[in-house]
C-alpha cells in the first residue's frame, strides 16, 4: 500500500513543524508528505530546506490560493505519485491520537469499497432529514 499526502500551509512555520511531528509520529505514518505552502514569504520553504528531511517535498504556490487552490495541485501531485491512500491536511490541524491513521486504514480493511475516510464523518438520514456526526 502506498500512502501519502500533502498538507497546506499558509505563514505557520511552526504550526507546521509541530503538525509533522504529530504526523510522523503516527504508528502508521504517510511515506511522503507534500506541503503546499500559500504563504507569501520564503520563511517556511527555508526552514523545509534547512530540515532535509527526504519525506518531504516543498511546493510554493506562489501566491494565496486558499485551501481550494492548494488542494487541487496536492492531490494532483499524490495522484501522479499513484498512491493509494492520501492524507488530505492542514498544518493547524495534527492527528488527535498516536493511531489515528493505523484506524482509519484499519477501516479501509474491513470495507474493501471504502473511498474516503475521516477522523469525523457524517451519516444523511434521510427520513428525518438531518445529519449524524460519527
Given at each position: 500500500m502506498r500512502f501519502g499526502g500533502f498538507i497546506i500551509t499558509y505563514q505557520r512555520v511552526q504550526v507546521l513543524l509541530n503538525t509533522l511531528e504529530g504526523i510522523f509520529a503516527q504508528t502508521v505514518p504517510p511515506q511522503?508528505?507534500?506541503i503546499i505552502d500559500n504563504s507569501e514569504d520564503w520563511e517556511?520553504?527555508?526552514?523545509?530546506?534547512?530540515?532535509?528531511d527526504s519525506r518531504l517535498t516543498y511546493v510554493r504556490m506562489g501566491k494565496?490560493?486558499?485551501?481550494?487552490?492548494?488542494?487541487?495541485?496536492?492531490?494532483?501531485?499524490?495522484g501522479k505519485a499513484g498512491l493509494d491512500w492520501i492524507y488530505w491536511g492542514d498544518d493547524n490541524d495534527?492527528?488527535?491520537?498516536?493511531d489515528?491513521?493505523?484506524?482509519?486504514?484499519?477501516?479501509?480493511?474491513?470495507?474493501?469499497f471504502c473511498g474516503v475516510l475521516g477522523a469525523v464523518g457524517q451519516y444523511f438520514d434521510g427520513r428525518k432529514g438531518k445529519i449524524l456526526r460519527v
Open positions: 511522503h508528505l507534500w517556511t520553504e527555508q526552514v523545509l530546506k534547512e530540515k532535509n494565496n490560493t486558499g485551501p481550494a487552490g492548494a488542494a487541487v495541485k496536492g492531490l494532483e501531485l499524490c495534527p492527528p488527535f491520537r498516536e489515528c491513521f493505523e484506524r482509519l486504514l484499519a477501516i479501509r480493511n474491513a470495507n474493501p
